[in-house]
C-alpha cells in the first residue's frame, strides 16, 4: 500500500487494545483500513519487570485474541491465570467465593499486561496487507460528509473514510468533535495502581475487598507478586499516594485484613481518576465508537477492555454483515446491529457496576447488613453463582462470532 494513499473504506482512531482488535477482526474483509493512532506501542520492556497497567481478561475476550491468531504471542508475553474468585465486605460481614472447577473450567480468566496485549495486536496489524499504520499521528478536526468523514491530521494531511470508526479512549476527540454527547459522573474517586509481594501464596485468586472508601483488589500474578488497584475517595487517595513505601505497606496490609499475610509494596503507584460515562449514542451516519470512547466503567469488576473487545467484535460482524448483503457498510443500516447487539448489555453493565459501588460504599448501618446478607444469600445460591461466572467468563449464547465457544 502506498504511502500517499489518502482514501479509505475505514479509518480507525485510536490503535489502543480495542481500535487495534477491531482493525485486525476485519482485515480479511477486503477493505483498505487506516489506523491512526498516536503513541508508538513499547516493543521491549526488562524481564521480570511488571507494568502497573494489567486486566482481568474474560474468557469471552481470550476467544476473540485467539481468533485474531495474538493469543499465543501474548502468552509468550505473560499471562497469570486466576482460577478462583474471593469477594468480601469490610462492613456488614459476608463473602462470595467463585471457582472455576464448579464450572468444570480450568480458570475464570486471566491477569495480563495492557502492553503486552497492546504489542501483540500491534504486531498483528503491522503484518496486515490491508491494513495502514499512521503512527505517531493524531487529528485535529473532522468533517462529516455525505459521501464519509474528512479527517485533518496535525501535519496538515488530509484523510478521507467512507466509515471512521473512534476508538481512541475514554477522552474521545473522535467524540467530541462529532458533537456526541455523553451522560455520566466523576466517581470523586482515584484507583491507586502498584504491585505488592505478599507474604503468602495467593493461591492464584483474585481477592477483593468492598471498604466504605472503596474496593481493593489483589490479582495474582504468576511470579507470585499480586498487582493492586485500590479504588478510594480521593482524599484518602491523595493521603495513600503521599505515604511513604513502608507505611502504604501498612495501610494496605490492613486493608487487605492481612488475608495474604503482609503485602509489600514492589515498585512505583501511579492513580486514576475514575468516572462513569456512556455516549448518548455509538453510531451516526459514517461513524462509530467503540471501547472506552462510548463507555467508560467503574474499574471494580475489570470489565472495561472486555466490553471494548466485544464492541470491536460486533461491529466486524456488522460489517460482514453488510458486506454479504451488498449494503454500504458506513449506513446505518449495517452499523445499527453494531449499537442494537451492544448498547443494552454495556447500559446493564455500566449500571451494576455503579450500584455495587454505591452499595459498598455506603457505611449506613442498614446498608451495611443488607449487603453483609446478599453476599452470604448469593454464595449459597448455586445456579446465581453459576450465572455470574458464565456472564463474566462470556460464555453466554448472544456473544458475537468471534467470542463464540
Ligand atoms: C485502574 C484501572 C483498572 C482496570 N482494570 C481493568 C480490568 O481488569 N479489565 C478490563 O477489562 N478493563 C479494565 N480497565 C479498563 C480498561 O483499561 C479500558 O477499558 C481500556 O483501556 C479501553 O481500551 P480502549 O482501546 O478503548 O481505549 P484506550 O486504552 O484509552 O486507548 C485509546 C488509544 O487511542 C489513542 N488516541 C487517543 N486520542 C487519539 C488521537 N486524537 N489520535 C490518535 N490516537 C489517539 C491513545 O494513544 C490510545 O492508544 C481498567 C481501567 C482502570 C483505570
Not at 144 to 160: K, Y
Not at 351 to 358: C, F, N, V
Not at 361 to 370: E, F, H, K, R
Request: hydrophobic residues 45%.
Amino acid at each position: 500500500m502506498s504511502d500517499s494513499q489518502s482514501s479509505f473504506d475505514v479509518v480507525v482512531v485510536g490503535g489502543g487494545m480495542v481500535g487495534a482488535a477491531f482493525a485486525a477482526a476485519i482485515a480479511d474483509l477486503g477493505l483498505s483500513i487506516a489506523v491512526i493512532e498516536s503513541r508508538e506501542p513499547l516493543r521491549t520492556w526488562p524481564a521480570g519487570e511488571i507494568d502497573l497497567r494489567v486486566l482481568a481478561l474474560s474468557r469471552a475476550s481470550q476467544r476473540i485474541l485467539e481468533r485474531l491468531e495474538v493469543w499465543e504471542r501474548i502468552r509468550e508475553l505473560g499471562i497469570s491465570p486466576y482460577r478462583q474468585m474471593r469477594v468480601w465486605n469490610a462492613v456488614g460481614g459476608g463473602h462470595i467465593h467463585f471457582d472455576s472447577q464448579d464450572l468444570g473450567e480450568a480458570d475464570l480468566g486471566h491477569i495480563v499486561e495492557n502492553r503486552a496485549i497492546q504489542l501483540a495486536l500491534w504486531e498483528a496489524l503491522e503484518s496486515a496487507d490491508a491494513i495502514h499504520l499512521l503512527c505517531p499521528a493524531s487529528i485535529t478536526d473532522i468533517e462529516m460528509q455525505a459521501s464519509g468523514a474528512r479527517l485533518i491530521l496535525t501535519d496538515g494531511r488530509s484523510i478521507e473514510a467512507r466509515l471512521l470508526v473512534g476508538a481512541d479512549g475514554r477522552d474521545s476527540l473522535v467524540r467530541a468533535l462529532a458533537g456526541i454527547e455523553t451522560e455520566g459522573w466523576d466517581y470523586d474517586q482515584r484507583a491507586i495502581v502498584a504491585n505488592a509481594r505478599p507474604a503468602e501464596w495467593h493461591q492464584e485468586t483474585a481477592w477483593q475487598r468492598f471498604l466504605p472508601t472503596g474496593p481493593l483488589a489483589l490479582l495474582p500474578l504468576a511470579d507470585g507478586r499480586c498487582s493492586i488497584v485500590w479504588s478510594a475517595d480521593d482524599a484518602r487517595a491523595a493521603e495513600l499516594m503521599a505515604m511513604d513505601e513502608d507505611a502504604f505497606s501498612v495501610a494496605l496490609t490492613e486493608a487487605s485484613e492481612a488475608r495474604l499475610g503482609r503485602l509489600s509494596l514492589d515498585g512505583p503507584r501511579a492513580s486514576i481518576p475514575l468516572r462513569l460515562q456512556h455516549a448518548k449514542t455509538y453510531v451516526r451516519p459514517g461513524l462509530a465508537l467503540i471501547g472506552d470512547a462510548a463507555h467508560a466503567i467503574h474499574p471494580l469488576a475489570g470489565q472495561g477492555v472486555n466490553l471494548g473487545f466485544l464492541d470491536a467484535a460486533e461491529l466486524a460482524a456488522a460489517l460482514d454483515l453488510g458486506l454479504a448483503r451488498g449494503r454500504d457498510i458506513a449506513g446505518l443500516w449495517t452499523i445499527r446491529h453494531y449499537e442494537r447487539a451492544r448498547r443494552g448489555d454495556n447500559q446493564m453493565m455500566l449500571g451494576a457496576m455503579d450500584l455495587l459501588k454505591r452499595l459498598f460504599g455506603s457505611d449506613q448501618p442498614a446498608l451495611s447488613s443488607l449487603r453483609g446478607l446478599g453476599l452470604k444469600v448469593a454464595d449459597q445460591l448455586t445456579p446465581l453463582k453459576r450465572r455470574f461466572m458464565e456472564h463474566a467468563l462470556g460464555l453466554g449464547a448472544d456473544s458475537p462470532p468471534l467470542a463464540r465457544r
